[in-house]
Structure formats: C-alpha cells, structure tokens
C-alpha cells in the first residue's frame, strides 16, 4: 500500500527518520526520546529508556524535567526548556507541542507539524484513567507512532480497582503477613498509592527506600499519597499486617525474605499471563499496567484516524497486523536502544 | 465457578503446603454446598466428565480469533487454555451478560454430565462467553482435564478435616464410601450431621437368574408353589440407594446411573431393589428401541430426557433400609415390597404385577395374549425360593411368549446373486422324521453376518457330498437356529409344512445335529 501525496506535501518520512540514536526530525534538528547523547532532545517522559541525561538541550514538560533533575542530577542537560501540555513551540519550519499520553506523572506525546502533515509519537501511553496523570488526548494525525508492549490480544488488563480489590481482599485475610507489592519505582508506585486510597486503604503504606525519594517529588509535584513510612528491617514486626512497596528487584531477593511471612505480590502489565508472574516467584500477581492493552492500542488506532502508523517498542509484528486488517499503512518503526522496559 | 476459579488460581500461585491449606479451607468454610463438594471433587479428581478436547478449544477460538493473531499469543503464552482464556472476546451485548450470570461449579459439572458429546461445544462457548478470564482458564482447564495446581488429595483432605475437630485420617477412613458433592462428608465435619458410613456406599448384590422353562418341565411343577409375573421387554436393573449414594446398576453389576439422570434423582430412599427399566410414557411402556436411544450413553441431552422418559418397574427387594431382605421366601419379599412401595410411592416406579392362575393351560392362554409390545413373556418363581445369586437351578423360569423358533440341520447350500455369486449363501435346511430321516422344511438366505457368511461358504465346501449344478448337498453337521413368523400346511414340500419368513437366527456351531429339533416340533406350531 502506497499513500498519494498532495501537490506542496512533504512526505513525513522526508523529515522524520530512524537514526541510531533514535527517531529524528531533520528540519528541527530534533530527537525524539533519543537513547545516546544528541544536541537536542524532545523527552515524552521519564522512565530510562526514553529519558538520558547528556543532551545539549532538552524540551520536555516541567514534571519531566523534574523527575530528569531528580534521577540523574541538575546538571543533566546543556538547558533545557519546559513545556506546558497544549503549548506550540517553532523550531525552524517545525511546529512542536506536546499532548497529554496518561503514562506516569508528566507524560507527553510530541505532535509534530511540517510541510503541511502532521506526525504524533506517542511516547509510552495508557487510555485509562490514572489518578496521577492527565488522560490521553487523542490526536488526529497523519502518521501515529505508538509503542505496542503489550501488543497481542491475550493483553487486557482487568480494571484496577478489581486489582486493588484482591490486593485488599488477600490483605485482610492474612493479618499476620507483610504483603510486598513489586512496583516501578516511577509511576506505578505512586499511582498504586493512590489506588490504595481511593480504595478506602488510610493505613500508612511503607515504602523500601529506592522507592522514597520520587514518591516525595510527586508529592511536591501535587500528587499527595497519603501516608507513608520507610520499610526498615528494624520495624520488621510492625511490618507483619502491613503493605509495603518495593522495586521488583528487591521482592524476590533477601531483603523480602527478612519480612514477616511475606505474600510477593507484584503490580504489571506482564501478570496477566501465569507464566511470566511463576517465573518471578509471585503469588499474587496484580495486573496494573501503565502502558495501553491490545483494546487500548485498536481503540487508539481508531480515535487517531491516522491513515499511516509506526509501530515501536514491543510486539510491532502483531498489532502491524491487526492495524493493517483495519486498512490502515502499518509498519514496524525500528528503533534502537529502546528495551523492553518491563512496566 | 468465578469462585472456583479464583480458588484455583490463587492455588496455581501459592508455594507452601500451609499456603494450600489456608485457601482450601477458606474455600470449603465459606462456599455452600454442593459448590464446595465439586471443588473437592475437581480437585481430587472425582469429576468424570466428558473431556474437551484441544482440537475443540482451538476450533471455538478459529470462530472468534485471527488465525495469525491466536498463533502469535499462543507462542508468546505457552499454554492453550490460558492463551484461550486471555484471548476470548468479552461478549458486545452488556445486558445479555446480565441476564446471565455466570455458571456454578455445580451447574457446569451438571450440564456437561446431561450433555452429549456434539452438545459439550456450544455449552464451553457459552459458558465462556459469561465468565471472566480466569473463570474462562479455570473451566478450559476443567474439561481439557488439565488441573493441576499442585494439590494432592491428602491436601485437599486435610483441608476438609480442618473445618473441624476431625482428624484426616478419620476422613479417609470414610472416603470410599463417599461419592461427590459430599455433602454428607461436610455435614459430619462441621458438626452438622452424623459421621458417613462408609458400609453405606450403594454396592452391587450379585443378582438372581432364570433358566428358560424346558418342554415338559411344568408337568412336574404344581402351580400352587409358583407365582407368575411377565416378563418385560427392557432392561434387568438393580437399583442402590443408601441417603449418601444412588446407584443404578446393570445385570454384570455395570453402573449405568449416568445415562438416566432422571430416574437416578428420584431414588431419595434407602433400599436395595430389583426391576425392569423401561421407557414408559403416560403410563404405556415404549419399545424396546426407545430403550435403546437411552443405553450406552455416558451423558443423556435434556431433550432424551423429556421424549424418552425413564421408569422402573419393580420385581423385588433385596434390601430395605439396614435390613438385607435376600433370605426370606419370594412371598414374604414381594410383601415387603408392596408394604415399601405404598409407604413410598417413588416417583418414577410401578410394581410388576403378579398374575392370577389356578392351572398351567389356564396361565399358558394368558402367555398367548402376551404377544403385545414390551411383553416378552411369562417368569415362574418358586414361592419358597430365597433370593440367591447367579442361576441356581430349579427356583426361577423364563417363559418367553411363543419362540417361532426351530432348531434345524442344513441340507443344501446354493450360490447367491450380484455380490455374494461366489458365496454359497442360499441354505435349504430341514427336520428329523421319527424315522430318523431328514427332510427339508425352509429355505432361507439372510439373518448373518457377512462374516459368518464365509465361515457358513467355508464350511459348505468342506462339507460337500454331492453337487448339482449351483447347489451342493452337504453332510447333516450343522444346526442353524431358524426363527420364522408362522408356519402352514404345504403339499410342496415333502415335510407337508412351509415356514412363513425363515431366517437364520442363529449358527449353532456348537450343537450336534442329532440334537437339532424333530418334524413334530413344528407340527406343533401349526
Ligand atoms: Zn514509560
Ligand atoms: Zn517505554
């Protein structure tokens, strides 16, 4: 399938191509969340593979920056410029700006315009409401770059308060064990921190100490979490009854095991299938998923209307499919250095 | 089966022994009955139901799924039935789900066990239509026969065992006595009810058999010391039914419950009984062959159930309630039985009546009316006869309605036509005069195999004496059982008789032809 281009049109992969480093906008002398140092960085959010320190440059929104200053250091960028959702900057004959993707905390899609078409890369981005993030914002386009980590059908993630629910449920029914919850230290932590209030959970949550210094920034970003406590060995006792949250690493490892008769639990797209959650040794594995499922990613398709898609970051071939039975242009958009992050 | 479901996940994902243990007990402790007893019984394997199939699973996703997308997911995920479950589309209309909510454990076992085996795929459809994903993995992994989620049954007794004060030992001491839901193993457990007995599981008693009466046997019989009963043209069953257990069992001892739900649901008593299965409709007892639509079936659709009714018709009784009826005289039983059957009025049952005679000739008119469907003759018992296993000899006849039956020996085989002109399948057959001599009375060529066709060729041939064009005389070795629908007077046979319909009933290889039936015989059917 070929798509005609209107007389004065530039086609978008004219101006917008793979580079090692990542995609680039020539006519901008723009990367978009690229993986190596460049001159200057659209950053969609700051989870690591998309967010590096080392650019000349870095435009991103204002909570982005933050997290980026928080993880890497001040000095983790030449300059950089803060941008708010829905604010146009011109960078030659390039139109930028950036659009609500529900993600984490400060996520962005980078809605480019250039020789009369426009292209959104999405960046990581979920269609269901988070309580830390404003909800993606669909944005009619010409070509859509959208990730596809969860991109094959057996991915639907259930609601999250049904999660929270079992989480509770399991919680009350074994008063004499530590319930450790494996979660990403940006994002999922401080979303199912706020999960657990809405749910009517007021205890304090303790958190392992990886997980204290970007729960506090996002309280200073506004997002308050409630009460919360460090998960030190030495309150071990108080801890038996309690939820405590810690990164994945730390939950299967000897740190876990000095709790009171943990139950591992772990909060990820990823525990929707039974053999991933075994093979990291949880038992209660809770699927809570900041990326998109399969309905999200087809739905997105749809609101978009883009008649050209680019497909990135995870189980490309699969949704190429489905998109192209939608009669949409779908191809795999290869981009380098960017894993699987596993959230 | 939500429930179940979580159960078993929440198992699948839970390590330790006392993990197990603590899900199994909550489970049982809070799930009523029968729900609890067919988690128990999934889990020990007491479920037999008819098993899905992969090729089935894959066939109902191949309706819904993108071939390429389903292959993809089930690379990705490992496992067809959570691939499956993952994959099905959640159903559009909202309030059809509504309406209805998702099966029980106990429906889903109920109508996959009534179901037939071109039934079992609509019903998974549908049933996964209605649950969630994990209620959609948990019955894949039900009718794929693939649950294991590292249970043992030691476990799972355990766990039952820990609703009270009772040892699990004690708990296997009843097991066998014990038949899902379990209900009264629960009851016993929680303090609800008595411990189960485990001598009251439903067993089989060897049953009583006849001997056909032989010609000439009721001269030596007085009438008095028999009573008569017909002999109905359906099945000889034992019915087992102790409170804990219901059982309907075959002559061999067979337990045939399955395919007859129905009467099976009815047996809310405790006795031991013994009787005729019959399909009757409005009080009329069907066909044998509609009998038949119901045997062999391990599961029975709800349609069968309601055109092809169940009914026993009672003979006996062998045990009633603790007590074991089998010594006493056929009179003292058959009054306990009429006592039992007015106190209870089972649902689907009738008693055998006895028939009244005073005279052999008297009772042998009767017999000749008995040519009416489902009537396949008369059964003489000796009053004084206890019940007794097997076929004892001279306690119990079967006294079929008039056989039309002779026992003749093959005089001459001719080729056929079409496909069998190379088979001698043509058999003139004949009786023995009082003289000794063998004189043709029928013809016939059909009523075998086509096996014994060429057992019957082989043996021609081996066995000519004299040939005449197409048809070969053989030697008088072979007894060929001929039943036929009457016989007249015929002045074109040398026998002077000619048989309406003959045909091969039986090959009686095993009967020398001296033995094989005299022209009076015959005569006597005229
Ligand atoms: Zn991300
Ligand atoms: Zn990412």
Redesign the pocket.
Known sequence: MTQSVPAGRVRPEDWLMVRPEGLYCAPADLHVDPTRPVARAVVT?G?A??ARAGHGQVLATAETLAIMASRYGAGFAGRTQALALGETLSLGDVRLRLAPAG??LG?AQAVLEHGGSRVVVS??YKRRRDPTCPAFEPVPCDVFVTEATFGLPVFRHPDDAHEVARLLEQHRRNPDRTIVVGVYAL?KCQRLLRLLREAGYDRPVHLHGALEGLTRLYGELGVEVGPVEPATMAARERLAGAIVLAPPSAIADRWARRLADPIVAMASGWMGVRQRARQRGVELPLVIS?HADWDELLATLRDVGAPRVWVTHGREEALVHAARGMGIDARALALVGFEE?G? | MNRFARLLDALAFTPSRNGKLRLLRDHFAELPDPERGWALAALTGGIDLPSAKPAMIRALVAERVDPVLFTWSYDFVGDLAETTALIWPAPDAVAERRNAPPPTLAEVVAELTAASRAEVPALVAGWLDQLDATGRWALLKLVTGGMRVGVSERIAKTAVAGLGEVPVEAVEEVWHGLRPPYEPLFAWVTGAGDRPDPEAAARFRPMMLSHPLEEGELDAMAPAEYAAEWKWDGIRVQVAATGAERRLFSRTGEDVGGAFPDLVATLDFRAVLDGELLVVRDGTVAPFSDLQQRLNRKTVGTKLLTSHPAWIRLYDILVDGEEDLRGLAFDARRERLETWFSDRRPARMDLSPLIGFTTWPELTELRAGARAAAIEGLMLKRRASPYLSGRPKGHWYKWKRDPLTVDCVLMYAQRGHGKRSSFYSDYTFGLWTEAGELVPVGKAYFGFTDDELQQLDRWVRNHTTNRFGPVREVEPGLVLEIAFDGVQRSTRHKSGLAMRFPRVARIRWDKPAGEADRLPVLEAML
Do not use: R, V
């Open positions: 959010h989870h593979d998309h993600h984490i996520s960046g990581d994002g900041d992050e959230s």
